[in-house]
């Protein structure tokens, strides 16, 4: 299993739950420990559209826990944990970009009084290390888990300790672990074991009423999102699902709050500003995983939030989605003020030295086709764009506005989209 620590060796830790037989009381912990399981990707993988492979949505969330990282204990933070495609070595893009910007920023909250951990893990998911991504299979034997090691480092760490698992994409790796602890009767680790996920199920949004699974979290490893949630009433796990709350919620009701000027003074800061900036919003959908468990750490005082609004899979209904999408809308505000209030206390050092703007337009501009059209994603204003045909013909240009913007232009044929910005310079052959 391939590894990456900010400073130190990874660590293996793992996961939060409990059973019909007993529950762990998280409310004894001083901080909880999170182990999260990811589809974040190098963005620079794209499919056959030119689209990034894997939404940048996580990176975007990542950026905000890590701006929290005092808050809580970061067991591991599992990246790839997908069954899209074949995925390239996610490893790389994080040292150059999370671990360079936590380490920057770390070291100055913690000069100003901060408890930031001095490392956080990173592995990349057992499921995309091979020619071809892993599904779950129920008719699999699961009870050793040698081939998954992301999957296994957790279950001996749930077996000691309690934990929490954020999922921000398909439950794959959790329906795995499911599998193997009920299969091997080990209760001290579903005891200790609870489950956050974000958008595996909506009656409102992607989903509906009728077919509440058919969200794109579920339908990515359908097997196992049905697995997890009969296994989660049947054995009264602790399964949390919160729905489409953090982006029909969190998200769109941050549209027009405060954003700038402190996070631009913030390598993670620059990270959550930048890396998804879609209709006028960052896009940290799935970072309401973490933002409902801070009354269990060091609550933020607007931020008046936590699992209790929350409801175990089995009593989830359109209700219960609805009351929680209201909950996000009320605390989103407080949310993206609390971010800023982060940025802006690094802000002043003088060995404060953010991401340069070439750097952030490098890893997160973005021109792919979707929907018949060419959309472009621009992390800055003013951006210049050309779009050029096969026989090196300029067929458009224009200036960009920030985030996200569709070019009505036929796609039937290739074409060439390039980006610019001063000297700096990026193209996308689609």
Request: charged residues 15%; hydrophobic residues 40%; negative net charge.
């Amino acid at each position: 299993m391939q590894t990456l620590s900010l400073l130190k060796p990874v660590l293996f830790v793992g996961l939060l739950v409990c059973n019909v037989f007993h529950c762990h009381s998280f409310d004894q912990e001083d901080k909880p420990n999170i182990w999260v399981y990811s589809d974040l990707s190098d963005p620079s993988v794209t499919t056959n559209t030119g689209h990034p492979i894997n939404d940048p949505d996580d990176i975007v969330s990542l950026a905000a826990l890590l701006l929290n990282a005092d808050r809580f204990n970061i067991i591991n933070i599992v990246v790839g944990s997908t069954n899209r495609g074949a995925q390239n070595n996610p490893l790389p893009f994080l040292k150059e970009t999370f671990i360079s910007a936590y380490n920057h920023d770390a070291t100055l909250f913690r000069q100003g009084g901060l408890d930031f951990p001095t490392h956080v893990p990173f592995t990349w998911s057992s499921l995309t290390q091979g020619a071809n991504p892993i599904s779950f299979n129920i008719d699999n034997d699961y009870r050793t888990l040698d081939n998954f090691p992301s999957v296994s480092a957790l279950a001996k760490y749930a077996s000691d300790q309690p934990v929490t698992v954020l999922n921000w994409g398909p439950l794959t790796e959790t329906a795995i672990l499911l599998n193997h602890l009920i299969a091997t009767r080990n209760i001290d680790a579903l005891n200790n074991l609870r489950i956050v996920s974000h958008w595996t199920t909506s009656f409102h949004h992607q989903g509906s009423i009728d077919h509440p699974h058919n969200v794109a979290n579920c339908l990515d490893d359908l097997n196992a999102c049905r697995y997890v949630k009969d296994v989660a009433k049947r054995h009264g796990i602790r399964f949390y699902e919160l729905g489409s709350s953090g982006q029909s919620g969190l998200v769109n009701a941050s549209k027009n709050t405060i954003r700038e000027p402190y996070f631009e003074h913030s390598r993670l800061g620059q990270l959550f500003n930048r890396a998804k900036f879609y209709f006028g919003k960052q896009d940290q959908s799935d970072g309401a995983t973490f933002w409902i468990l801070l009354n269990e750490t060091h609550s933020i005082e607007p931020i008046d939030l936590s699992l209790d609004d929350a409801v175990l899979f089995n009593h989830f209904t359109p209700n219960s989605e609805a009351n929680l999408i209201a909950r996000f809308k009320e605390v989103s505000a407080s949310v993206m003020l609390s971010l800023n209030e982060r940025a802006r206390l690094i802000a002043d050092s003088s060995a404060n030295t953010p991401f340069t703007q070439q750097q952030i337009a490098n890893w997160f501009t973005y021109a792919y086709k979707k929907n018949g059209k060419v959309e472009i994603v621009a992390p800055y204003k003013k951006m210049q764009f050309s779009i050029w045909s096969e026989s090196n013909e300029l067929i458009t240009s224009g200036t960009l506005l920030r985030g996200n913007q569709y070019i009505d232009i036929d796609t039937d044929s290739a074409i060439t989209v390039k980006i610019t910005m001063g000297q700096w310079q990026k193209s996308f052959s689609l």
